[in-house]
């Protein structure tokens, strides 16, 4: 019942920005976490910002620190992932993720811990 709709990639030239949303439904957590992870051809999914739907807990890769910001709206269950200075390193396939476990830090950074995956959406950095 659990769904993740993941939107707002697209095209956008070297050093431009582009805001990510994913909108949960179904959960019945209090304290479920959301998280971003992107995965490029050939490499593996990686972890990209986490946040807690419930509480100020945020965890960003050191990849993107400092130039993504993940946000929240609980009330309306979604999450936004802001990015500004994208770079053809950045180009993805972003996806969202939720879990109801209990996430720390170092957890809440791997992917086999989400229990549900948004279908992703395609973030090319291009000029």
């Known amino acids: 019942e659990v769904q993740l709709q993941a939107s707002g990639g697209g095209l956008v030239q070297p050093g431009g920005s582009l805001r990510l949303s994913c909108a949960a439904s179904?959960?019945?957590?209090?304290?479920?976490?959301m998280a971003w992870f992107r995965q490029a051809p050939g490499k593996e999914r990686e972890f990209v910002a986490a946040?807690?739907?419930?509480?100020?807990?945020?965890y960003y890769a050191e990849s993107v620190k400092g130039r993504f910001a993940i946000s929240k709206d609980r009330a309306k269950n979604t999450m936004y992932l802001q990015m500004h200075s994208l770079s053809s390193e950045d180009t993805a396939e972003y996806y969202c993720?939720?879990?109801?476990?209990?996430?720390?830090?170092?957890?809440?950074?791997?992917?086999?811990?989400?229990?549900?995956w948004g279908q992703g959406t395609l973030v090319t950095v291009s000029s």
């Open positions: 946040i807690k739907m419930s509480g100020g807990s945020i």
């Open positions: 993720a939720g879990t109801g476990r209990g996430l720390i830090s170092s957890t809440a950074r791997l992917p086999h811990m989400y229990d549900y």
């Open positions: 179904g959960f019945t957590f209090s304290n479920y976490i």
